[in-house]
């Protein structure tokens, strides 16, 4: 299995990016996917993940009204739409696929992206 996350750059604070992530090697409409990120000093956070079937989505509070998650089951592909970026979202994003019904991809999901970074400067 291989997730290869990509789109990260540079920004400026009210900027916005969009990630994606192409997987290989799985039967990707089964897996929940699902981004995280991790800050300098700072333990890796979950930042949104859906459902295999796109029934379930899920974000943190943080980024709730400002990131959307889709994803496309034909190309195998996640991605992440962020807007309304803030200093605080400056971090390594990671994409992750996990083996669950709901759509939640744990902390401990079994395959994970290189991770692509994200600053936001202020």
């Known amino acids: 299995v291989q997730l290869q996350a990509y789109g990260g750059g540079l920004v400026q604070a009210g900027g916005c990016l969009r990630l994606?992530?192409?997987?290989?090697?799985?039967?990707?409409?089964?897996?929940?996917m699902g981004w995280f990120r991790q800050a300098p000093g700072k333990e890796r956070e979950f930042v949104s993940s859906?459902?295999?079937?796109?029934?379930?989505?899920y974000y943190a509070d943080s980024v709730k009204g400002r990131f959307t998650i889709s994803r496309d089951n034909g190309e195998s592909t996640v991605s992440l739409q962020m807007n309304s970026l803030k200093a605080e979202d400056t971090a390594v994003y990671y994409c992750?696929?996990?083996?669950?019904?709901?759509?939640?991809?744990?902390?401990?999901?079994?395959?994970w992206g290189q991770g692509t970074q994200v600053t936001v400067s202020s």
């Open positions: 992750a696929a996990d083996l669950t019904a709901s759509g939640w991809v744990r902390p401990n999901a079994p395959y």
């Open positions: 859906v459902s295999g079937t796109y029934e379930n989505r």
């Open positions: 994606s992530c192409a997987a290989s090697g799985l039967t990707f409409s089964k897996y929940a």
